[in-house]
Antibody, heavy 121, light 107 residues
């Protein structure tokens, strides 16, 4: 059974930093492309970024609002995906989901339960 | 960026009704479109990919159609567990973008 479990969310002050983790199990993690998607309270879904698997040349893509502040990385030896978030803004407040990327296109097949990040002074 | 526009934003329907949700892309995306279902407090679930391919395990009452800029998600006979919010998503180009969502409510 595929499982994605996010951790590391919490309350952070504007300008602060945070790293989210996503522990994956039930599939061959190193071969699977992964993405982060976020959802602000009461709002819709917003793609954050994507990282390719071990066999790919180019690795990451980011949405414009987070480029330069967010970094997606992975540790295939630990089956874990990371999202490092710097220079946090109030508008980054959201539930952050890690997802697997389908090999039929950039569709999000499996999702974690989400980690809430609240940015407030 | 490709803008995705869903309509209606909400729909009231009864169990057994046929429900159709429309998604329009600001430019042609071929069939690079997916549909997701999200229930309150839960992660979204992939229903349809490639505009019309049913994700494994998804009931056959869900169907998708369209190509280019206009797409539809149809629920043929609404069941109690189908009351949720539905999102379309384009995967033609970065940034990947979602529609604003359509909430299917109980009439």
């Amino acid at each position: 059974e595929v499982q994605l479990v996010e951790s590391g969310g919490g309350l952070v002050k504007p300008g602060g930093s945070l790293t989210l983790s996503c522990a994956a199990s039930g599939f061959s993690f190193s071969n699977v492309w992964m993405s982060w998607v976020r959802q602000a309270p009461g709002m819709g879904l917003e793609w954050v970024g994507r990282i390719k698997g071990i066999s790919a040349v180019e690795t990451t893509e980011y949405a414009a609002p987070v480029k330069g502040r967010f970094t997606i990385s992975r540790d295939d030896s630990k089956n874990t995906l990371y999202l490092q978030i710097n220079s946090l803004k109030v508008e980054d407040t959201a539930v952050y989901y890690c997802t697997t990327v389908s090999n039929s296109g950039e569709f999000f097949k499996y999702w974690g339960q989400g980690a809430l990040v609240t940015v407030s002074s | 960026d490709i803008q995705m526009t869903q309509s209606p934003s909400s729909v009231s329907a009864s169990v057994g009704d046929r429900v159709t949700i429309i998604c329009r892309a600001s430019q042609g995306i071929s069939t690079w479109l997916g549909w997701y279902q999200q229930k309150p407090g839960k992660a979204p679930k992939l229903l349809i990919y490639g505009a019309s391919s049913l994700q494994s395990g998804v009931p056959s009452r869900f169907s998708g159609s369209g190509s280019g800029t206009d797409f539809t998600l149809t629920i043929s006979r609404l069941q109690p567990e189908d009351f949720a919010t539905y999102y379309c998503q384009q995967t033609k180009s970065f940034p990947l973008t979602f529609g604003g969502g359509t909430k299917v409510e109980i009439k």
